[in-house]
């Protein structure tokens, strides 16, 4: 099956920093790759996603980029804010599994004001 | 997006015993899912829920531990059975549409085997 390393595990920086969160995904047919963010005690929720057709997308302070050929797709968040100290988590989904979605391992992101 | 409600949110069970957890959408939903997050670690996908039919399990997960029902497009329970203290753990529902399509979860079931 799929699977996805995540890195860094922790990752603290100023506010007003940017962020980034690398990982990489061992199924080279996976197509879809969505970033969820997590709160202490809170389910995860989407913040972004992007598919195998494109190579980057952005929304406003957020944004994506996938390499199909190098297997990884990273999160960029600039002017970082305390309120987006959460846990982020990157997914891969290969085709043929029924939308199935296979997690890394995590990143703990502190904005320090 | 669907309105996720999971049921109970959390529970102290005695070890040795079964507790179902519910899973309920305010929309039909083509795909159920349900995941296992253990204290401070990642979402692991335990199996999809396939209305109508036998879930469909990922390797280290069995129906006889956790059977798994979804009677329709709407709602799903996860039991998780014969509970040790290993089993302590937050249990989430997703729901998504089809490929390519992100999933939404539920708030999670806190579970503590005691």
């Known amino acids: ?113 | 997006s669907a309105v996720i409600s999971q049921k109970p949110s959390r529970d102290i069970c005695q070890r040795g015993t079964s507790l179902t957890i519910q899973c309920q959408v305010d929309s039909q939903v083509t795909m159920m899912f349900w995941y296992r997050q253990q204290p401070g670690q990642s979402l692991t996908l335990i199996a999809t829920a396939n209305q109508g039919s036998e879930a469909t399990y990922e390797s280290g997960f069995v129906i006889d531990k956790f059977p798994i029902s979804r009677p329709n497009l709407t709602f799903s329970t996860l039991t998780v059975s014969n509970m040790s203290p290993e089993d302590s753990s937050i249990y989430l529902c997703s729901v998504g549409g089809e490929r390519d399509q992100p999933q939404h979860f539920g708030d999670g079931t806190r579970l503590s085997i005691l």
């Open chain 1, 1 to 113: 099956g799929e699977n996805v390393e995540q890195h860094p595990s922790t990752l603290s920086v100023q506010e007003g920093d940017s962020a980034v969160i690398k990982c990489t995904y061992s199924d080279s047919a996976s197509n879809y790759f969505p970033w969820y963010k997590q709160e202490l005690g809170k389910r995860p929720q989407l913040i972004i996603d992007i598919r195998s057709n494109v190579g980057e997308k952005k929304d406003q302070r957020i944004a994506v980029t996938l390499n199909k050929t190098a297997k990884h797709f990273s999160l960029h968040i600039t002017e970082t804010q305390p309120e987006d100290s959460a846990v982020y988590f990157c997914a891969a989904s290969p085709p043929n599994t029924g939308n199935q979605f296979y997690f890394g391992t995590g990143t703990s992101l502190t904005v320090i004001p």
